[in-house]
């Protein structure tokens, strides 16, 4: 296992705000040779705490205009309902998250989609139309004062 010191901790600090600093950079600002950092980090993906690195998308430059969580209800809670379940959201682009969670319901998603309109169809044409599905609950994103994704 991968120690946690301060320095890594700070090396993770960096690189979560800015995946893409240099090595030159990210080394000046814990403190460490680039070699050592290098080394460092090498260490933190080869260990599995970094698990990768991704581009973080403008929503409204890629047309996505409307925001949700919305919390589902299952009628049947056997595995092979919750695995069908999540196999069908798997192939739903609107769906970017699918969380498995304790009491009430038995989902929380985050969909993504261009409009009001949009969401709709997903509502009734897709989540609406899986088995077992017995509630839907909406909460529409009106703005994001903290969003550590972005």
């Not at 205009?65 to 009628?75: N, Q, S, T």
């Not at 261009?114 to 009734?124: E, Q």
């Amino acid at each position: 296992m991968m120690k946690n010191d301060r320095i890594n901790q700070q090396i993770l600090h960096e690189l979560s705000h800015d995946g893409r600093i240099s090595n030159l950079e990210l080394a000046d600002r814990v403190g460490l040779s680039p070699s050592a950092c290098l080394r460092r980090v090498q260490e933190l993906e080869r260990s599995g705490v970094i698990s990768g690195y991704r581009a973080v998308l403008n929503p409204s430059a890629i047309g996505i205009g409307f925001v949700a969580y919305i919390g589902v209800g299952l009628g049947e809670h056997s595995k092979a309902t919750q695995e069908g379940f999540e196999k069908a959201l798997r192939q739903v682009p609107e769906v970017v998250e699918c969380h498995n969670t304790t009491g009430t319901i038995e989902y929380l998603l985050r969909v993504e989609c261009a409009d009001l309109p949009a969401y709709k169809t997903f509502h009734t044409e897709v989540l609406g139309t899986l088995p077992h599905v017995t509630s839907i609950t909406s909460y529409v994103v009106i703005g994001s004062p903290k969003d550590l994704r972005a």
